[in-house]
């Protein structure tokens, strides 16, 4: 679960703190508050797109930090992504966004967007204020059925999509196989050409960085020449042959010159040895101007040869087998289209089968689905609905299947089953995107789930309802919704109000947990608006009560 959430110079927020706690945690403020800014925050955290204007103005920078408890169901999937909490159990993400860039951590550990969103998507998922409209969206029905009947399709879905990789590269092949036969033919000559050019150059491993650096020595032949000789000048012995004898002279006289008389000849054995060696250096040493330009023509051709078929020996020999391989196919072509056209037979059959078996798996899977959406919509003040999902087959393959599969509604005895678009209103889908991640969260192990303004578009006994089934979904997940609804609010295990001031000539965005006393007068302000009477406050104390009596009958069930 998100523990902690800690936000600094992002928009109108100087700076942040929340503890979130389990069940589910309320956030409510005046309009134009930052309510949907901290949110944001969290969005921003998980690798959301940062546009520049959200740094607060006179800063250099924003941050967020998000910090989670991972429970031990969690810790093999996050082991698998190479991510291990600490030893308090908890893994800290952080974000520091930056005029000209930002960096992502976890546990200190910088990551890139894409690896931050596989790991994130094991511990959060956020409903945003538009997500609804992606049900309008006919590809999202089956990527959320898929969802729900992971655990029977998902090895099935990945098989699937091993042989349809296959099946896209058989038919490519035959695809290619198609043109003419004076085009086989120079495609065959220039193959020829390729082979011969890298097999002529017999190229050998390490061979480059050898010659190179023998290129550099030189390229560099006089001034290396002229540095040791000023060297082998520099560590002549002479002087200190004469330091040696002249210490010798005296130190019988003080036992003290001992120590220096060792010292001066262990410099001189050392000297020697140097001045030896740059003089061997330099008696061997030679510079062949030929050899240096053979040289530059064989780095030459191993660098034009790297520029065509890759950067090393390794990927250079990959593309010799390759196109020996393709040469052989065009020399043989029409034993190698006959057995390519057998094999793309049987695959293509392998693979019809696997989208018939798939896609009976996801007809059964939508049954229970869809019975348990439209149970959820009753809860949800759907009265009379009924609710299925239409299946069609499209002419194609794809990795996922050859289904299209779209949810149908009708939210009215008698009316016939039209799709969402047509029968749903922007509250109604709302409220239908609630069904389903509701139904979702029961088979999800995601532990967090956030809710932006999930209450869109409804009020009375709809907000209610609403308010029950977010209460539900937090029995077993932690659940942090944003809400304007008092009803909402009212089911509150934990309530958090978002306050703006002005403070200096500056606009400041602050958040802070309200105690029961403060969760009743914040009701009485949702409840009242601007004046708040005894009344209000009487009535919103009355809210609490009855939503406390309502979660603990839920519990119940």
């Known amino acids: 679960m998100l523990l902690e959430l800690h936000v600094k110079n992002l928009a109108l927020i100087e700076q942040a703190d929340v503890e979130f706690g389990n069940g589910l945690n309320i956030l409510t403020g005046e309009t134009g508050a930052g309510k949907s800014i901290l949110i944001g925050s969290v969005n921003l955290a998980l690798g959301q797109k940062a546009p520049r204007d959200m740094i607060r103005g006179g800063a250099d920078y924003a941050y967020v930090e998000l910090i989670f408890s991972v429970e031990d169901e969690k810790r093999e999937a996050l082991a698998a992504l190479d991510v291990y909490p600490d030893e308090d159990g908890q893994i800290i993400l952080s974000r520091k966004i930056m005029p000209s860039r930002s960096i992502s951590k976890i546990n200190d550990e910088t990551i890139t967007s894409a690896r931050l969103k596989q790991i994130t998507g094991l511990l959060i998922d956020i409903h945003g204020q538009h997500e609804h409209q992606s049900l309008l969206h006919v590809s999202k029905h089956l990527e959320i059925l898929d969802t729900y009947a992971k655990s029977r399709t998902g090895q099935l879905k990945k098989e699937l999509s091993a042989v349809y990789q296959e099946y896209k590269t058989l038919r490519a092949e035959l695809e290619a196989a198609c043109g003419d036969q004076e085009s086989r033919k120079r495609e065959a000559d220039f193959l020829q050409f390729e082979i011969e050019e890298i097999e002529r150059a017999e ?81 061997e040493v030679e510079f062949d101007e030929n050899a240096l330009v053979q040289m530059e023509e064989r780095l030459d051709l191993i660098h034009g040869l790297q520029s065509k078929y890759g950067s090393t020996l390794e990927k250079i020999n990959q593309a010799l087998e390759e196109k020996k391989t ?37 007809q059964e899977a939508a049954k229970g689905l869809t019975e348990k959406i439209r149970a959820g919509l009753v809860d949800l003040n759907f009265l009379d609905v009924s609710f299925s999902m239409e299946f069609r087959r499209l002419d194609h393959f794809t990795a996922g299947g050859y289904d299209e599969a779209e949810f149908m509604i009708s939210t009215n005895p008698g009316e016939p089953q039209r799709s969402l678009g047509q029968v749903a209103s922007g509250g109604e889908l709302s409220r239908i995107m609630l069904a389903i991640k509701t139904v979702l969260a029961d088979s999800d192990d995601i532990p967090t789930l956030i809710f932006d303004e999930i209450d869109t578009g409804i009020s009375g006994r ?74 209000v406050v009487q009535n919103a104390s009355e809210m609490k009560r009855l939503a406390e009596k309502t979660k603990q009958a839920l519990l119940q069930k």
């Not at 919704?481 to 400041?508: F, N, V, W």
Request: proline residues 1%; glycine residues 6%.
């Open 203 to 283: 190229l050998k491993p390490g061979e480059e960085e050898h010659l190179t650096e023998q290129y550099r020595r030189c390229v560099n032949g006089r001034k290396i020449i002229e540095s040791l000789s000023a060297a082998y000048d520099a560590v002549d012995t002479d002087g200190i042959g004469r330091a040696l004898h002249q210490v010798s002279e005296v130190v019988s006289y003080d036992d003290q010159l001992k120590g220096i008389q060792d010292q001066l000849y262990d410099a001189e054995s050392i000297l020697n040895d140097i001045h030896h060696a740059i003089g061997a250096y330099l008696d």
């Open 326 to 362: 393709r040469l052989e196919q065009l020399e043989h072509f029409d034993e190698y289209r006959r057995k390519t056209e057998i094999q793309y037979k049987k695959v293509t059959e392998q693979l019809d089968k696997l989208c018939e078996k798939l896609s009976k798996e996801r």
């Open 462 to 535: 709809t907000a209610q309802k609403v308010s029950e089934q977010l209460a539900i979904i937090s029995r077993n997940h932690q659940v942090i919704c944003i809400t304007h609804l008092p009803q909402i609010a009212a089911m509150a295990d934990c309530h958090y109000e978002i306050a703006k001031s002005a403070d200096g000539g500056k606009t400041r965005t602050r958040i802070h947990a309200l105690d029961e006393s403060a969760m009743t007068s914040e009701l009485a302000r949702l409840l009242g608006g601007v004046q708040i009477t005894d009344a």
